[in-house]
C-alpha cells in the first residue's frame, strides 16, 4: 500500500518560513503529479500547489503566488513545497496527494496523506 508522509510543519512567526516535504513510498511515484493542499480549522480543503511528474511545469493558487515554490526529487521519491512570507491566514494542515493527470485544483488528487500542521503567529 502506497504511503504518503508530509513532515516540515510547525509554528512560525509572521514573515517567516518553513519548507514542507511529502515523502511517498510509490516505486511509481516519478509517473505522476503531485500536489498539495491545505485545510484551515472550519473551513474546506483548498488547493495549494501541483507540479508535474518531471518538474517542469507547476501551478499554484493565487494566494500562494511569489511566496511558495513547489519543487520534487523523484530519486528521492519526495515533494517539497518552500514556503516564504508566511502570514496567519496561512495556518492549516497541509496535505500532500498524488493526480495520474495535470489539474489546477483538488480534482483528480488522493488518496490524501495525514498532512502537517503550519501555524502562523501575528
Known amino acids: 500500500q502506497v504511503q504518503l508522509a508530509e513532515s516540515g510543519g510547525g509554528l512560525v512567526q509572521a514573515g517567516g518560513s518553513l519548507s514542507l516535504s511529502c515523502t511517498s513510498t510509490?516505486?511509481?511515484?516519478?509517473?505522476?503529479?503531485m500536489g498539495w493542499s491545505r485545510q484551515a480549522p472550519g473551513k474546506e480543503r483548498e488547493f495549494v500547489a501541483v507540479?508535474?511528474?518531471?518538474?517542469?511545469?507547476?501551478y499554484y493558487a493565487d494566494f500562494v503566488k511569489g511566496r511558495f515554490t513547489i519543487s520534487r526529487d523523484n530519486t528521492e521519491k519526495t515533494m517539497y513545497l518552500q514556503m516564504n512570507n508566511l502570514q496567519p491566514e496561512d495556518t492549516a494542515v497541509y496535505f500532500c496527494?498524488?493526480?495520474?493527470?495535470?489539474?489546477?485544483?483538488?480534482?483528480?488528487?488522493?488518496?490524501w496523506g495525514q498532512g502537517t500542521q503550519v501555524t502562523v503567529s501575528s
Open positions: 496527494a498524488p493526480s495520474p493527470h495535470a489539474t489546477r485544483s483538488l480534482v483528480g488528487f488522493g488518496p
Open positions: 510509490a516505486q511509481s511515484f516519478h509517473n505522476y503529479f
Open positions: 507540479i508535474s511528474s518531471s518538474g517542469d511545469w507547476t
